[in-house]
């Protein structure tokens, strides 16, 4: 009797354990008793990127239309939801922005958001030159792969973009 | 009462194999909607983790989930033979509780995984329950944040073997009281000198 068992309880339980094991000692042996890799996640992050493309602008029912292309470089689909942001020109705020419909992006594709400037205030500009640039701050929230992401945003859009709209005024 | 075998270590024993067998998770999280954002069904016979669309693979995990599978299928065999010739001076060592530890040991694993999220990526995962997660990316001088609704639960399936481990402490403590092993003559094996 060994710890009040019968010697071939004893046997059978170790017989048991070993082939128990036997597939830990197989995977580390396949795995060159690397114990690191054997415990190192593997994973690969999907890849999130945007590039802008050209902004354009029209005048659509009094208000000015910002046109921009935006591509979607990563591998997940993308819907933009909102936008808040400002136009500014050396502090002062020339126009509010807002997305004028939800945006759905799928992956490697070539959309154009159209953002709609509102309140706008052109009196900063009369002495801008057309090719200075005009700060889009603000805040962009979009939902991708079930997550709800909100992000700063910030671009630059030229003078004569702006003025485009309003037909070269 | 005459019972030709132990009941209880049977249905534990069966409820101990079909665990393996079948497999299913025993904690689940999903993440966004349909878990979308992430999900992740983790048993000790399985481990299926994806995160934003791509899986998360531990090899070790993977060779300790087929060590767990065939310990619990020998685990069942054994006390459903144990059940069934209860007569057997041996049958009571081999109603094993591996389904009861495993089951404890199991949600303090949980347990300690999700305390080292949080310590380590900041990330609150509750164990059981729903809740809103939300992660605050720096990058470069931005910040970035990002939410998702969470659910996590322990499913039927860890109840199952809990229930499983309940029962093979209880056909345990009866196996010996209802049914007396069969006194055997001593062989050379047992190491007793045989008169």
């Given at each position: 009797?060994?710890?009040g068992?019968n010697?071939?309880?004893?046997?059978?339980?170790?017989?048991?354990a070993i082939v128990?094991?036997l597939?830990?000692?197989?995977g580390?042996?396949?795995?060159?008793?690397?114990?690191?890799?054997?415990?190192?996640?593997?994973?690969?992050?999907?890849?999130?990127?945007f590039?802008?493309g050209d902004?354009?602008?029209?005048?659509?029912?009094?208000?000015?239309?910002?046109?921009v292309?935006?591509?979607?470089d990563?591998?997940?689909?993308?819907?933009?939801?909102?936008?808040q942001?400002?136009?500014?020109?050396?502090?002062?705020?020339?126009g509010?922005?807002?997305?004028?419909?939800p945006?759905?992006?799928?992956?490697?594709?070539e959309?154009?958001?159209l953002?709609?400037?509102?309140?706008v205030?052109?009196?900063?500009?009369?002495?801008?030159?057309?090719?200075?640039?005009?700060d889009?701050?603000?805040?962009l929230?979009?939902?991708?792969?079930g997550?709800?992401?909100?992000?700063?945003?910030?671009?630059?859009?030229?003078?004569?973009?702006l003025?485009?709209?309003l037909?070269?005024? | 009462?005459?019972?030709?075998?132990?009941?209880?270590?049977?249905?534990?024993?069966?409820?101990t194999?079909g665990?393996?067998?079948?497999g299913?998770?025993?904690w689940?999280?999903?993440?966004?909607?349909?878990?979308e954002?992430?999900?992740?069904?983790?048993?000790p016979?399985?481990?299926?983790?994806?995160?934003?669309?791509?899986?998360?693979?531990?090899?070790?995990?993977?060779?300790?989930?087929?060590?767990?599978?065939?310990?619990?299928?020998?685990?069942g065999?054994?006390?459903?033979?144990?059940?069934?010739?209860?007569?057997k001076?041996?049958s009571?060592?081999?109603?094993s509780?591996?389904a009861?530890?495993t089951?404890?040991?199991?949600?303090?694993?949980?347990?300690i995984?999700?305390?080292?999220v949080?310590?380590?990526?900041?990330?609150?995962?509750?164990l059981h329950?729903?809740?809103?997660?939300?992660?605050?990316?720096?990058?470069?001088s931005?910040?970035?944040?990002?939410?998702?609704?969470?659910?996590?639960?322990?499913?039927?399936?860890?109840?199952?073997?809990?229930?499983?481990?309940?029962?093979a402490?209880?056909a345990r403590?009866?196996?010996g009281?209802l049914?007396?092993?069969?006194?055997?003559?001593?062989?050379?094996?047992?190491?007793?000198?045989v008169s």
């Amino acid at each position: 009797m060994i710890f009040g068992m019968n010697k071939r309880v004893v046997v059978i339980k170790i017989l048991e354990a070993i082939v128990i094991l036997l597939p830990i000692i197989y995977g580390v042996t396949l795995a060159g008793w690397d114990l690191g890799e054997l415990a190192t996640p593997v994973y690969t992050p999907p890849e999130i990127g945007f590039s802008l493309g050209d902004v354009t602008s029209f005048l659509r029912n009094d208000n000015i239309i910002l046109n921009v292309l935006i591509t979607n470089d990563g591998s997940l689909t993308v819907d933009v939801e909102a936008l808040q942001a400002t136009i500014v020109y050396k502090n002062v705020i020339v126009g509010e922005v807002y997305l004028e419909a939800p945006v759905h992006i799928a992956s490697g594709e070539e959309t154009d958001i159209l953002l709609v400037v509102d309140h706008v205030d052109l009196t900063p500009l009369l002495l801008a030159d057309e090719d200075e640039v005009l700060d889009l701050q603000g805040n962009l929230s979009f939902v991708m792969q079930g997550v709800q992401v909100s992000a700063p945003l910030n671009m630059a859009i030229q003078v004569k973009t702006l003025i485009e709209a309003l037909g070269g005024v | 009462m005459n019972l030709k075998f132990n009941v209880v270590g049977v249905v534990s024993g069966v409820i101990t194999l079909g665990l393996a067998i079948v497999g299913g998770p025993w904690w689940m999280t999903v993440g966004g909607a349909g878990g979308e954002a992430f999900h992740a069904g983790i048993s000790p016979f399985a481990f299926d983790i994806s995160i934003m669309g791509n899986p998360l693979d531990i090899p070790v995990i993977y060779w300790l989930n087929v060590a767990a599978r065939i310990a619990f299928i020998l685990a069942g065999l054994e006390i459903t033979v144990a059940s069934i010739l209860v007569k057997k001076a041996w049958s009571k060592s081999f109603i094993s509780l591996r389904a009861l530890w495993t089951s404890l040991l199991f949600f303090i694993s949980i347990y300690i995984g999700l305390a080292a999220v949080q310590r380590i990526l900041g990330i609150s995962i509750p164990l059981h329950g729903e809740s809103l997660l939300t992660y605050t990316l720096p990058i470069q001088s931005l910040s970035i944040t990002a939410e998702v609704s969470t659910q996590t639960y322990f499913t039927t399936t860890f109840e199952l073997a809990l229930v499983g481990g309940i029962l093979a402490i209880v056909a345990r403590m009866i196996h010996g009281r209802l049914f007396p092993a069969e006194i055997t003559p001593p062989t050379e094996a047992d190491g007793t000198p045989v008169s």
